[in-house]
């Protein structure tokens, strides 16, 4: 009764032993995988440890009054604000002042810090400016270019100025160009925004300053121009006007 007793744990000893062969290739499959996964695991770990050790510390949102962020576990921290400026001599040292402005051909931008960038007016170079041959010797007028445009007859909204090639500054739209072109009878006609302006010099009266008249507007699409009344504009030279009347 022993012996039979003791058979059956034998038979299913020898038999998983007989079957262990024919499984190896799939069990070792399996170990394979997982170490796999164990030293891909471990990979990712150290990667994420370095990259974390070379990036700077973050900080919370500055503000006027400082930054503050909270903790894990659940403390507020607070950001102190920066230092005031360094004291040398008893004096306070300040920001370094903003760039100059830098000449850009016909005008200046100024840089007053970042994102600000204003156009300022500048004058024009000598050589830009139209000649006296262009001009003929009544609209040279001893150098002066820039015409104050009065549009009322009295007061000034703008200026234009003769450049060489006949080629006009304005003042108008923003600061935009246009073209200029001297007839036989001495009139010039300048041509910007939507006009044709046709300009007559005035006979000179004693010491006063040159002075244009407007005689005729048309439009460059050939439509007819809706004020019909007789023009009051004049150009004044810049460079005779009072400082007191000029604009600005």
Same mark, same amino acid.
């Given at each position: 009764? *022993?012996?039979?007793?003791?058979?059956?744990?034998?038979?299913?000893?020898?038999?998983?032993? %007989?079957?262990?062969?024919?499984?190896?290739?799939?069990?070792?499959?399996?170990?394979?995988?997982?170490?796999?996964?164990?030293?891909?695991?471990?990979?990712?770990?150290?990667?994420?440890?370095?990259?974390?050790?070379?990036?700077?510390?973050? #900080? $919370?949102?500055?503000?006027?009054?400082?930054?503050?962020?909270?903790?894990?576990? *659940?403390?507020?921290?607070?950001?102190?604000?920066?230092?005031?400026?360094?004291? %040398?001599?008893?004096?306070?040292?300040?920001?370094?002042?903003?760039?100059?402005? /830098?000449?850009?051909?016909?005008?200046?931008?100024?840089?007053?810090?970042? *994102?600000?960038?204003?156009?300022?007016?500048?004058?024009?170079?000598?050589?830009?400016?139209?000649?006296?041959?262009?001009?003929?010797?009544?609209?040279?007028? $001893?150098?002066?270019?820039?015409?104050?445009?009065?549009?009322?007859?009295?007061?000034?909204?703008?200026?234009?100025?003769?450049?060489?090639?006949?080629?006009? /500054?304005?003042?108008?739209? $923003?600061?935009?160009?246009?073209?200029?072109?001297?007839?036989? @009878?001495?009139?010039?006609?300048?041509?910007?925004?939507?006009?044709?302006?046709?300009?007559?010099?005035?006979?000179?009266? $004693?010491?006063?300053?040159? @002075?244009?008249?407007? #005689?005729?507007?048309?439009? /460059?699409?050939?439509?007819?121009?809706?004020? /019909?009344?007789?023009?009051?504009?004049?150009?004044?030279?810049?460079? *005779?006007?009072?400082?007191?009347?000029?604009?600005?």
């Amino acid at each position: 009764p *022993g012996r039979s007793s003791a058979r059956p744990p034998r038979a299913a000893a020898m038999a998983a032993w %007989q079957l262990l062969p024919s499984r190896w290739p799939a069990l070792r499959q399996g170990w394979l995988v997982f170490l796999s996964l164990v030293a891909l695991s471990a990979v990712r770990r150290w990667l994420l440890s370095k990259a974390s050790g070379d990036r700077p510390p973050r #900080r $919370g949102g500055a503000g006027r009054g400082g930054s503050s962020n909270r903790g894990g576990s *659940g403390h507020r921290l607070t950001v102190p604000e920066a230092a005031p400026p360094a004291r %040398q001599d008893g004096v306070v040292s300040r920001r370094p002042r903003a760039e100059a402005p /830098k000449a850009t051909g016909g005008t200046r931008t100024w840089h007053g810090g970042v *994102g600000a960038s204003v156009a300022l007016p500048s004058a024009s170079s000598p050589g830009s400016l139209a000649s006296e041959e262009e001009l003929g010797p009544r609209w040279h007028c $001893g150098g002066a270019r820039r015409w104050l445009w009065l549009h009322d007859g009295s007061r000034s909204n703008g200026w234009i100025e003769f450049r060489r090639g006949g080629q006009l /500054k304005t003042s108008f739209g $923003g600061g935009g160009t246009g073209s200029w072109e001297r007839r036989q @009878t001495d009139e010039i006609v300048a041509t910007f925004g939507k006009c044709h302006h046709v300009l007559e010099l005035l006979p000179p009266e $004693g010491d006063t300053t040159p @002075t244009f008249a407007l #005689r005729k507007r048309a439009m /460059k699409d050939g439509s007819p121009v809706r004020d /019909k009344r007789p023009p009051r504009t004049r150009g004044v030279l810049e460079a *005779g006007r009072p400082s007191a009347a000029r604009p600005g």
